[in-house]
């Protein structure tokens, strides 16, 4: 697979870019906290957040296949980019009712927990050329290169719904929902 170039970000290992991009957007999230005067952004329809619906346009981005869903009920290949639920399922199930501590248990931030070559991370998780699948899913941040696992996901819808003004500003989705209603 061909690397992309970028005037950015030139030399760097794909997985490497990631983590850099991953930190780079944290620390932006982190310092716009900061600011009064920057309005909330609701993310829906991207398919690291919300839910894929790219089964039903002709596109060659489908996740309609093994490995995808392999922690979804009845293991089913569900078009999503993930081994099971996604952020959006996360925080419509969350429905504020619950109260979680919440800690981190991810330990491997590196690698992802599919595909294949380097860090597993180099291609997709593709059937047919038997990828490297890791037993403990909910120790990994990335499934793929891109999208992060079930486990990832959850932590982050929490964090959305019920997290304090450090994570979450002006208010959290659970606050929004209450004062929506």
Known sequence: MAEMSSSLLPSMSPCY???????????????????DDVPPVFLFGDSTFDVETNDCIPTRAKANFPYNGIDFPNALATGRFSNGYNNADEIVSS????????QLDITNIEEACS????????EPCFVD???????????????????PTQY?????????????PTFVVPMNLGQLARASA
Request: proline share 3%.
């Open 17 to 35: 870019k990631r983590n850099w991009l991953l930190s780079w957007g944290i620390g932006m999230m982190l310092v716009s906290a900061l600011a």
């Open 95 to 102: 429905d504020g009712i619950f109260n979680l501590m919440l």
């Open 115 to 122: 595909g294949q070559g380097t860090l597993n991370a180099e």
């Open 129 to 147: 050329d038997s990828p490297n699948l890791c037993p403990n899913r909910g120790e990994y941040l990335f499934w793929d290169l891109f999208h």
């Open 152 to 164: 990832a996901t959850h932590k982050a819808a929490v964090t959305l719904f019920t997290g304090g």
